[in-house]
């Protein structure tokens, strides 16, 4: 970078920097004279400019002399008040001094309390040792700053040239630099550019990386705050004392190298040039406003005297010359701050570096705040809207609160407002779509304050609100208050327009405390909250409250346990709504009928205007219904956790209240959840919700209360709701009902023969649906026997994941004992269910013309049979080891039956993926349970080994026939699906894989994910963006349940064959590891688990030691990295550290939480070579 040196002239139009600027040459510093009878020559414009400051106390003394009463006015407050003090007399005029020393105190403002003397705190390291000079006054000797500045002063006066030289070296100091400038480089400013380049170029030949601003250690948190401190400290000083307008070739020699390092591509001396111009800045904009307040001050007493009956003309002129005077002083600082800006400011806030455009950031907000009459206007606010752009994250984070400081006063909200207009729609946008979630937050409260000064338009605030859905939690905290005002808002509007809130209460019947089933006021607070949630929703799209997946779609599978989007907004707005707080009227909200409210009824009636604002349609009862949930889950939650509190200290009294609550509130809740089946029990969506209550609930309250007759009447209606509803979610939320009461022990009884119920209703469904129909071909059912059986096959799989249905499903059905007839009775057949279910299994082969509907269902039907197939086999496996441990032998006959059942799915499900193609969700289903039925019996070995080691023996051995390896062309079609899932994922990503071997499947173009470019991404609306990220994600799950499975069994060792036995590395193992450092952290972390693998395997026939506490090896892993679903595309960095990751040792895993210390050591880590310096360029230069 090359820096020209200032131009000899003005007139000669050489510039010094690139920005143009045009700047007159500082006069040079010569020393001074001991006597000071030696004065500089001047131009007469410079005379001009700046003679006002001459005979500084001599002018103050006279202005102190002018300000005081006449004789005449003296004379008659002496008579009006007599026994009053006599006026002080002026100040003595002080005399000029002209020696050798100069000793120039800090006046503190009228008024103001005495400040304790500032004191940098010391630096204790090995360079601060050597330090001498300025850097060891105001660093290591623990002098006071006001010492140390007046000490320079006085420096300064004796000798100009030393004392900037010794100003120069000390920012040098500062920057880590030990190199230093001399008092002739001083005097020769043509010199400056090259001086500063040679010194940077020796400095960076030592290869320094750190500096004192950055660096990390005991002490030098300080270190900025202390030299801008000192900075800060110097520029009042010489303002008091004269020399910054007196002498102005001081502050303009200091400029020229200051401001030339902050341009200098040497990182830390820019930074640290860069943080004591900005100090500058900052100490002259004080000066520049006590400037001002002292101009507005004179001119109005300049004023008030003017207006006097008697105007002493003397007292008037000399206040309008010191208010001249200030003027010119003004002016003259606010050439000296437009210099600074224009040479430090304007390249610095755009720097390369982050650290140096934050620091940028917050110095220009301070100076709009300390100095608005020069800096708060469109011209500088700019800046601050450019660098909410600014691509990295804390730079926009600092910007935003800025912001807040300034829009948060109130008397800068007219001179913000063209500001607003022009980088609203930016704020916006950072809040509704940044990546970073800390400044969508801090956007949302910078929004909140704008919608408070009304400098936000509708579509703007709702943009906002819809961020109640935000999946940070973050985002939903800020945005609350501002989406609960909106929420009053619509609710005054509601009350103004019915005849104001105390005209409604006298007209209103007043409601009791327990009567929850009356209209009241907070119903309308309540119907305006679900309205604006139900408008954001819509906004959003018809996208589930939960990402779910009917078997067949591309939509995520919905979990146990996930809570919706209005659950999760509703919880955030727990505190901020006291409406939400009171359940009770929650409930009695959603049990009143709303169609008695007659549409006949007189508009003027209050409580019918009242009744017809607040019904509710079916989406709004739904959305309430979840608020509902939340609210009671919060609600129950504080109450136990204040029960179970034992830190906190409470009475009998307070025992018993809490015990009370809770018995009333499950009481009430018992009552409740029935009467809201009964109402909205056909609504899958409305069901599934107050299903979920139930798990919520204390149910030995019912014991202990002795209402057995209440649970039970629960129960049943749980239930009617499992066998009258085919939705999946439905079922899992009765399934995790009945579930959630088998978890009380003393319950256990009253629950088994519920379930016991649901079995016998299930099976007998099914065995009904299936007799005499063919259920292994696919399309040869009709359209309703289909859905019938699907619905069936769907609590099987849900009862099966909550009980034991072994015997359930080997048990062939019963012919009654009079059939009508011995074809009815053959139609029955002796084939157990568990026959029928893997029979299902064929319908996955695909059929040619089928309607795309029946095909869909086709899908359903099996991926569901898949689920029901997979707890059977679980369960053999937990009986059997149940019988290893007890010593007891497994019968020959239960092992040949499970082998054949087992032997059959598997066939079948070889045929359902040899027959799909690509990565087909069906085929992915298959395959992973194909690898469940491989991986689990392996499990008994560990369960005869802890046999063995109890009782000295074990027994038969007749269930390792079931213990087989996955045959190689199986285990070749593992592989081509798990390369199609991999490319469906890539595509879908945008990520790029390894080439590929020529045995891997191709995948059907039909069946291959179309990839978006990024200008395709750009043009596509913000809803087709999200389903892509959606698709996305649902790609990487399905390769990571595959993925995890076949690790798996490579660790049980029924991948990769003898090598995998062997402890090598197989072919399973190697195809696995190929895109490990290419598709994501998440399939990185799923492929490190063969690592560990590894290890255990390396430890097979050691004697097991206990195991040590984890090991800190956390903090050697720096790089690692978060387990979070990520999408952006991290390809090169992942492609840069791939043969590093490759030889990760167990250091590594321990860090990630993958391996525990142990008796074993293993080599030592390789360490990868040090990344390069990146060649720094400079912004803005």
Not at 134 to 157: C, R
Not at 500 to 514: D, F, H, R
Not at 600 to 612: A, I, K, P, Y
Not at 1148 to 1165: H, K, M, Q, T
């Amino acid at each position: 970078m090359e820096i020209s040196s200032p131009g000899p002239d003005t007139q000669t139009g050489a510039t010094r920097r690139k920005s143009g600027r045009v700047v007159r040459k500082p006069e040079f510093l010569a020393a001074s004279s001991p006597t000071g009878s030696a004065k500089r020559k001047r131009t007469e414009q410079d005379a001009e400019d700046v003679d006002m400051g001459d005979d500084t106390s001599e002018e103050e003394v006279d202005d102190e002399s002018e300000g005081e009463p006449d004789e005449e006015e003296v004379r008659e407050k002496k008579r009006a008040k007599k026994g009053k003090k006599a006026a002080r007399k002026p100040a003595p005029k002080k005399p000029k001094t002209n020696g050798e020393t100069v000793s120039l105190a800090i006046r503190p403002a009228a008024g103001a309390k005495a400040k304790k003397p500032k004191k940098a705190r010391s630096l204790k390291n090995a360079a601060a040792e050597d330090a001498e000079g300025l850097y060891a006054e105001v660093f290591i000797q623990g002098q006071t700053l006001e010492g140390v500045v007046n000490k320079w002063v006085s420096d300064f006066q004796k000798h100009e040239s030393r004392a900037v030289t010794e100003i120069v070296n000390f920012v040098l100091k500062c920057a880590g630099c030990d190199f230093k400038v001399d008092i002739h480089d001083i005097e020769d400013p043509d010199s400056c550019a090259n001086k500063l380049t040679d010194i940077q170029e020796e400095y960076q030949a030592q290869n320094i990386t750190d500096y004192p601003l950055i660096a990390k250690g005991r002490g030098t948190a300080s270190f900025k705050h202390s030299l801008a401190g000192f900075f800060n400290l110097l520029i009042e000083t010489i303002a008091k004392s004269g020399l910054l307008f007196d002498n102005i070739e001081l502050i303009e020699n200091i400029e020229v190298w200051i401001s030339t390092m902050s341009s200098a591509s040497n990182r830390p001396f820019r930074h640290t040039a860069t943080v004591v111009s900005l100090a500058i800045v900052s100490a002259l904009c004080d000066v520049g406003k006590e400037l001002v307040e002292n101009t507005a001050m004179t001119i109005r007493q300049s004023e008030s005297e003017a207006k006097k009956a008697r105007v002493n003309k003397g007292r008037v002129a000399a206040l309008e010359k010191k208010a001249k005077e200030s003027g010119q002083r003004q002016e003259v600082l606010d050439g000296f701050i437009k210099d600074w800006f224009d040479t430090v400011f304007v390249h610095r806030y755009r720097d390369v570096d982050p650290k140096i455009r934050v620091e940028c950031v917050e110095a220009l907000s301070e100076w709009i705040m300390t100095y608005p009459d020069l800096f708060f206007d469109g011209h500088h606010l700019r800046y601050l809207g450019w660098v909410l752009s600014d691509t990295h994250a804390p730079t926009r984070l600092e910007v935003v609160k800025q912001l807040q400081k300034l829009f948060r006063d109130k008397d800068k909200l007219g001179g913000l407002k063209t500001f607003t207009e022009r980088f609203r729609a930016r704020i916006v946008e950072m809040a509704t779509r940044d990546a970073e979630a800390t400044v969508r937050a801090a956007s949302v409260e910078l929004l909140d304050v704008l919608r408070e000064a009304g400098l936000l338009e509708p579509d703007d605030i709702d943009s906002v609100g819809r961020l109640i859905f935000d999946s940070e939690p973050r985002v939903r905290k800020a945005v609350v208050g501002f989406f609960a005002e909106n929420v009053n808002g619509t609710y005054e509007n509601q009350i103004d327009e019915m005849g104001g809130q105390e005209a409604l209460e006298e007209a209103l019947v007043t409601v009791e405390n327990n009567d929850y089933d009356s209209p009241r006021l907070e119903w309308l607070k309540l119907k305006c909250l679900v309205e604006q949630l139900a408008i954001y929703d819509s906004d959003e799209g018809e996208l589930p409250s939960q990402i779910e997946q009917i078997p067949g779609s591309h939509f995520a599978l919905i979990a146990a346990g996930i809570e919706s989007r209005f659950s999760l907004a509703a919880q955030a707005l727990y505190d901020y709504i006291p409406e939400i707080r009171q359940w009770e009227v929650l409930a009695g909200y959603l049990l009143f009928d709303h169609s008695q409210t007659t549409q006949n009824g007189s508009t003027e009636d209050v409580d019918m205007m009242l009744r017809q604002n607040c019904k509710l349609t079916e989406r709004e009862e739904i959305i309430l219904l979840e608020i509902l949930n939340a609210t009671v889950k919060l609600r129950l939650t504080q109450t136990s956790e204040l029960d179970k509190d034992k830190k906190a200290k409470k009475t009998k009294a307070q025992k018993q209240e809490l015990l009370e609550t809770q018995e009333e509130a499950a009481s009430h809740l018992a009552v409740l959840i029935p009467r809201l089946l009964k109402k909205f029990g056909a609504l899958p969506e409305a069901a599934s919700s107050v299903l979920n209550l139930e798990r919520v609930l204390n149910l030995d309250v019912f014991q202990e209360l002795r209402q057995d007759s209440t649970l039970a009447a629960l129960l049943d209606d749980i239930n009617k709701q499992f066998l009258t509803h085919g939705n999946e979610r439905v079922l899992m939320e009765a399934s995790e009902a009945l579930r959630h009461a088998q978890s009380y022990e003393e319950l256990k009884e009253i629950t088994e023969g519920r379930v016991q119920a649901l079995w016998d209703e299930t099976m007998n469904a099914f065995n009904t649906l299936k007799k005499g129909r063919d259920l292994t071909t696919r399309g040869s059912l009709s359209a309703n026997v289909l859905t019938g059986v699907s619905n069936t096959v769907l609590r099987i799989a849900n009862l099966a994941s909550i009980s034991d249905c072994t015997e359930i499903l080997e048990t062939a059905p019963v012919a009654p004992a009079r059939p009508k007839s011995k074809a009815a009775a053959a139609s029955l057949g002796t084939a157990p269910p568990i026959a029928a279910l893997i029979d299902l299994i064929g319908r996955g082969v695909p059929a040619p013309d089928l309607e795309p509907e029946t095909d869909a269902q086709e899908d359903v039907l099996t991926s569901t049979t898949f689920r029901a197939l997979l707890p059977y086999f679980m369960w053999k496996v937990s009986h059997w080891a149940t019988h290893l441990q007890a010593g007891t032998p497994i019968p020959d006959v239960d092992v040949t039956a499970v082998a054949e059942r087992r032997d059959a799915c598997i066939i079948a499900l070889t045929q359902v993926m040899e027959e799909r193609n690509g990565a087909d969700d069906l085929r992915l289903d298959a395959a992973c349970l194909l690898l469940d039925l491989y991986n689990m019996f392996p499990a008994l070995r560990t369960a005869r080994a802890r046999a063995k080691q109890v009782r000295g023996t074990a027994s038969d051995d007749d269930w390792e026939a079931l213990e087989q390896d996955v045959d190689e062309p199986v285990q070749q079609l593992l592989l081509s699906i798990l390369g199609a899932a991999e490319k469906a994922f890539a595509k879908r990503a945008g990520k790029t894989l390894e080439a590929g071997d020529v045995d891997d499947e191709p995948v059907d173009p039909d069946e291959e994910p179309e990839s978006e470019s990024e200008e395709d991404d750009e043009e596509m609306d913000e809803g087709a963006r999200e389903e892509k990220q959606h698709r996305a994600l649902i790609a990487e799950q399905r390769l990571c349940e595959l993925g995890s499975r076949i690790v798996m069994g490579i660790a049980a060792g029924v991948l990769d064959g003898k090598e995998g036995k062997k402890g090598e590395i197989g072919l399973v193992r190697k195809r696995l590891e190929r895109n490990k450092a290419r598709l994501g952290q998440n399939w990185k972390e799923v492929v490190a688990h063969l690592d560990v693998t590894k290890k255990e395997k390396a430890k097979a026939g050691v004697k097991a030691k206990a195991k040590q506490p984890q090991g800190k090896a956390g903090a050697k892993d720096k790089g690692a990295k978060s387990k979070e679903l990520v999408i952006e595309d991290d390809d090169d960095e992942e492609e840069e550290r791939g043969e590093e990751d490759e030889g990760e040792g167990e250091e590594e895993l321990r860090a990630r939480g993958l391996v525990v210390d142990d008796d074993i050591e293993d080599d030592e880590n390789e360490v990868g070579p040090a990344p390069t310096d990146e060649v720094e360029s400079v912004l803005g230069d």
